[in-house]
């Protein structure tokens, strides 16, 4: 069959669309057949008159088609003729011969090599993708799709601070990874799974990138909302290829944010699609085989860990935790410094901003820096005159700034004194002693 112009593909994909266009097919028939395809004009002429038996008009072409004379002048199918018509009994060009066993056609009267010339480049396809299926059930994404961070320059020790937080990764996670000829001597898998919980806006983010960083490893960031699907049994395939893309890319680290939506405990979960991704996060944690998961580090966040199903802390899966608490004092001048270094400031002492901001997360001392601004711009708006930000600014900012980890605190407290099974929430125990809160 030979090659279809631009003008019959998008004629075919728009008949495709709409199949039970008449009129639309004919027009197709018509060029089909002007273009000697007459088996083809046949077939759509024949498909015309399945839906509309009575139309003369698909009759006519289905005879001319076939070779035999047209009982009546049919209708005109398509645009004005561009040029005169041709005698109605001339006989085919010698450069087109009619198809063996047929007697000759009569030329059309529209030149339709014209038409697809002008026209070829302006009627582009109507879909340029395949249809999703009705249940959701479409091909299979590709794990490759999963956004890979490399290998960044980030380490632990530009994390401001922190230094207790900081010993215990290193002890924990990140001294066995570092010496493989003493991993191979104690045996030690490549395999790890460390959850960071704490309040909200403290830089449990941060220090995941910072993990990665030290690893050498790419970084693969999985939040809730890619995920979960609406479509039964699309959720566990997402998991699943959150973690194929990791073990193609290891050393990689998985960062699973928000680990209470998507490891919530099943017990209190009344949809069995969300105990299935549960269940299928558990699998791929454990993997296959011993060997499924070399060089896949797992690390997982949640500012609730007491929602996070029991299964996914048992030894060998997120059995390692740590407490990430609002920043201490170098932590809090490396955030203010920060959030500093980019603005017209002028005899700003940080030291005294970090003794009247304790307890505030890393958010709420970006917070202070974005008002004190604010309180510059808008001084310098009123007055005419632009001014640096001064400490009289950000003071009266650190004053309106209310802890935001307060909350938190508050519903970690019963936490910490009713439900601390086998001295899981120690170190939050140890910390609301030391400020009193318990």
Known sequence: MPDDSPLIQSLRAAVAAVPADVPLRLHLA???????????????????????????QARDLM?????????????????????????????PS?????????????????DWKAAEEQVGDAVPPRFVEPPVRADGQDEAADADAWDVEEPGTVRLADVGGMQD????????????????????????????????????????????????????????????????????????????????TARRQAPCVVFLDELDALGAKRSRTGHSG????????LGELDGIDSAANEGVFVLAATNVPWDVDNALRRPGRLDRTILVLPP??????????????DRPIENVDVGRLVKITEGLSGADLAHVCESGAERALLDS??????????????????KDAVPSAEPWFASARNVAMFANEGGMYDDLVTYLKKRRKL
């Open 381 to 398: 708006a009123r007055s005419g005159n632009v001014r640096m930000i001064n400490m009289k600014d950000l003071l009266a900012a650190a």
């Open 165 to 244: 937080v900081k010993d215990r990764m290193e002890a924990a996670f990140l001294a066995p990874l570092r010496n493989p000829e003493l991993r191979k001597l104690y045996g030690k898998s490549l395999r790890g799974g460390l959850l960071l919980y704490g309040p909200p806006g403290c830089g449990k983010t941060f220090i995941a990138r910072a993990v990665a960083g030290e690893l050498g490893a790419a970084f693969l960031s999985v939040s809730v909302n890619e995920v979960l699907d609406m479509w039964m049994g699309n959720s566990e395939r997402n998991m699943h290829e959150v973690f194929e």
């Open 30 to 56: 018509q060029l089909l057949l002007d273009a000697d395809r007459s088996d083809d004009a046949v077939a759509e002429a024949a498909v015309a008159l399945q839906h509309a038996p009575g139309d003369a």
């Open 63 to 91: 005879m001319r088609a076939m070779g035999a004379p047209a009982p009546a002048p049919a209708p005109a199918v398509t645009p004005p003729p561009a040029e005169p018509p041709a005698p109605a009994a001339q006989p």
């Open 94 to 110: 010698p450069a087109q011969p009619p198809p063996p066993g047929q007697p000759p056609r009569p030329r059309g009267r529209f």
């Open 274 to 281: 969300m105990r299935n991704v549960v269940n299928q996060l």
């Open 328 to 341: 201490d004092a170098p932590a809090r001048e490396a955030i203010l410094r920060y959030h500093l270094r």
